[in-house]
């Protein structure tokens, strides 16, 4: 049983899936950052110096200064600020992975197109095989080649 789990975890596209995850999970932080540091700031400078991370809606009925001071005390709360980078953060992901697998696909040479392996009867239009030469349909002669 090791053997044979040694064996799929040494594949190819296992070793290649592996590898996928753990870019793909240094990708998701590099875009959090980028959401959170570079984007968020100005856009909340625009809509009047709001930092999206600390906005919240308080469930509690007791007054919070703060989304840190609310979270410390245990009152119940919705971060709808931190929902709206999270939501950002992943359309952005999004819009990389479908650039980079639109990239990938044009990239891709089309798989060649099969020989064919029959023609069609000129006299019947029946499929026969490419180097018949007499139709086995109508028995009609057919040119060689």
């Given at each position: 049983?090791?053997?044979?789990?040694?064996?799929?975890?040494?594949?190819?596209?296992?070793?290649?899936?592996?590898?996928?995850?753990?870019?793909?999970?240094?990708?998701?932080?590099i875009i959090?950052?980028?959401?959170?540091?570079?984007?968020?700031?100005?856009?909340?400078?625009?809509?009047?110096?709001?930092?999206?991370?600390?906005?919240f809606i308080?469930?509690?009925?007791?007054?919070?200064?703060?989304?840190?001071?609310?979270?410390?005390?245990?009152?119940?709360?919705?971060?709808?600020?931190?929902?709206?980078?999270?939501?950002?953060?992943?359309?952005?992901?999004?819009?990389?992975?479908?650039?980079?697998?639109?990239?990938?696909?044009?990239?891709?040479?089309?798989?060649?197109?099969?020989?064919?392996?029959?023609?069609?009867?000129?006299?019947?239009?029946?499929?026969?095989?490419?180097?018949?030469?007499?139709?086995?349909?109508?028995?009609?002669?057919?040119?060689?080649?």
């Amino acid at each position: 049983m090791l053997k044979e789990f040694k064996a799929f975890a040494m594949r190819g596209n296992v070793l290649d899936m592996a590898v996928g995850i753990i870019v793909g999970a240094a990708f998701g932080r590099i875009i959090t950052s980028l959401v959170n540091d570079v984007i968020m700031p100005p856009i909340g400078l625009i809509l009047g110096k709001v930092d999206f991370s600390s906005l919240f809606i308080n469930l509690s009925g007791t007054p919070y200064a703060s989304l840190a001071d609310a979270r410390k005390a245990g009152a119940s709360v919705i971060a709808y600020g931190a929902f709206l980078n999270t939501i950002l953060d992943f359309v952005i992901v999004a819009f990389v992975i479908f650039l980079l697998i639109k990239q990938v696909n044009r990239l891709q040479k089309p798989a060649p197109a099969a020989a064919p392996t029959t023609k069609d009867c000129p006299f019947c239009q029946s499929a026969i095989p490419i180097k018949a030469t007499r139709c086995p349909h109508c028995t009609s002669q057919l040119a060689a080649g």
